[in-house]
Structures are given as structure tokens and as C-alpha cells.
């Protein structure tokens, strides 16, 4: 790997700090070739400071070390992208990441949808939607919903009509998120319990 640390006049580059799971970014920092050969020999992110003039380890003093996982290079060879495993939060101020986000898995839309129906089940006393509707009604007939659109999913994976499969796969899905809810877990738990079986 080619890095251009003469690019600018300080022999520093930007050090983009990535979780390796999440794929959130945690913090930027400034890597000299020293800190980045340290680094690889240690495995626990090195920086230099600016400010200090030195070398510094992330959690050399709180603890929250950010361990190794990979190191890239970007297409001028002068900006790294280092994907890390985090131990406890990056930030100094004790937030996941310096822009005070959750360092958690984000799945897209369903991420979305889940809060949606958060939401619902929080203020289902007040909701006049379909899914506070399902929560005011139960886990039984929550699940009962699930059980029903398992079926049709089955029945149309059987046919060839693939929009009627999607569809009532969407449903499945859309029931199971609610089921998940009323039960107190959300699509995160079902990652963690993948990961320990892969």
C-alpha cells in the first residue's frame, strides 16, 4: 500500500475511523507514517496529535481503544479509510462517535419502519392506524398475523406469480416487525443471535 505522506507539508494524512460491523464512521484523525506503522504493529489505532505533536493511541487513557480490523487507501493514495472494532465510545465527550450518533446497525428502511412501529406501540392509545390496532388487540393475535401470512407465503411460493410472492412476503415481514416489537426486541437482536451462529 502506497501512501503519499508528502502530499502536504505537516506529513499528515486524514484517517477515516470506520466500525467494521456497523459501517458508521466514528471519528477523523491525522496518521503520519509513524502513527500508521505503529499502528499495524499494535493493532490499536495511533494517531498524531496536532495539538500535542506527538503520537497518541486512542484509549491509551479512558480505555476505549480502537482495535484493527483493516486499512485502505483512497484513490490519490493520500486519505485512509481504517475500519476498526470499538472498545466502549470513541468519543472524548463519551458519545459513540464524534457527531454524538449511536454507533448501531442501521437496515435501511426496515430501520425506519421500525421506528414507525415503535411509535405505534408506544401511543397505541392514541393511534388510529392498523398496527396500534394489532397492539391494542394483543401478542396472540399479533402472532396469530404472522402465522397467517407465513402460510401465504408458502401458498404463492409455490405458484409462479412472483409480485403476489413479494407481496405477501412484504406482509410476513411487515407482521414480523410488529411481532418483534410486542415481544421487546427489535431487528438488531435477531443480528446479534445470526452473527453468534455464523
Known amino acids: 500500500m502506497k501512501i503519499d505522506f508528502n502530499k502536504n ?8 475511523i470506520q466500525d467494521a460491523t456497523t ?6 484523525g491525522y496518521m503520519n ?12 489505532i495511533t494517531f498524531f496529535s496536532r495539538t500535542k505533536q506527538r503520537l497518541w493511541t486512542k484509549g491509551e487513557e479512558s480505555g476505549n481503544f480502537l482495535n484493527l480490523v483493516t486499512v485502505q487507501n483512497d484513490c490519490d493514495n493520500d486519505t ?26 442501521s437496515f435501511g428502511f426496515l430501520s425506519e419502519l421500525e421506528k414507525v412501529i415503535k411509535d405505534r406501540k408506544d401511543n ?5 392506524s392498523y398496527v396500534a390496532s394489532l397492539f391494542r388487540k394483543g401478542i396472540n393475535k399479533i402472532a396469530q398475523k404472522v402465522g397467517e401470512e407465513a402460510v401465504e407465503v408458502v401458498i404463492e411460493a409455490k405458484d409462479d406469480d412472483d409480485r403476489l410472492f413479494l407481496d405477501e412476503s412484504s406482509d410476513l415481514l411487515f407482521h414480523y416487525l410488529i411481532l418483534l416489537q410486542a415481544k421487546g426486541f427489535t431487528l438488531q437482536d435477531i443480528e446479534k443471535v445470526l452473527k453468534s451462529r455464523h
Open 23 to 28: 459501517k458508521n464512521v466514528l471519528m477523523l
Open 124 to 128: 397505541q392509545e392514541n393511534e388510529e
Open 80 to 105: 485512509l479509510l481504517i475500519t476498526v472494532n470499538p472498545v466502549g465510545p470513541t468519543c472524548h465527550k463519551g458519545t459513540d462517535t464524534c457527531w454524538g450518533e449511536e454507533n448501531k446497525s
Open 9 to 16: 507539508k505537516d506529513g499528515l494524512v486524514p484517517a477515516i
Open 33 to 44: 507514517e509513524e502513527a500508521l506503522k505503529k499502528t499495524e504493529e499494535t493493532k490499536k
